[in-house]
Nanobody, 121 residues
Framework: QVQLVESGGGWVQPGGSLRLSCAASGDIYTIYTMNWYRQSPEKQRELVAS???????NYADSVKGRFTISRDNAKNTVYLQMNSLKRGGTAVYYC???????????????WGKGTLVTVSS
């Protein structure tokens, strides 16, 4: 069994910052790419940022220069530092990961349950 658990969401004023974490645990041999997505009531789920196992990153144009994705492979954890959060940026942030399970060497894809980020004055 594998779990991805996000944390760090909450309320922040426009212009503020938050740092999200997503910890993977369980039957894990190795984790490949890890991603952050977000979904607001008005929009479909969108990819925010990605990071490969060796640290190569990619960002949505809307967050470039404001968000930073990083990971700690020893802790099986991915982070999202969000700065200059915008008014109207309220969304649920989800992490996902492609990983190889230790028990059967299968490469599978898992999602976390999300953490709510509320941007409001």
């Amino acid at each position: 069994q594998v779990q991805l658990v996000e944390s760090g969401g909450g309320w922040v004023q426009p212009g503020g910052s938050l740092r999200l974490s997503c910890a993977a645990s369980g039957d894990i041999y190795t984790i490949y790419t890890m991603n952050w997505y977000r979904q607001s009531p008005e929009k479909q789920r969108e990819l925010v940022a990605s990071i490969t196992s060796i640290g190569n990153t990619n960002y949505a144009d809307s967050v470039k220069g404001r968000f930073t994705i990083s990971r700690d492979n020893a802790k099986n954890t991915v982070y999202l530092q969000m700065n200059s959060l915008k008014r109207g940026g309220t969304a649920v942030y989800y992490c996902d990961a492609d990983l190889m399970r230790y028990s059967d060497s299968e490469i599978v894809h898992y999602w976390g349950k999300g953490t709510l980020v509320t941007v409001s004055s």
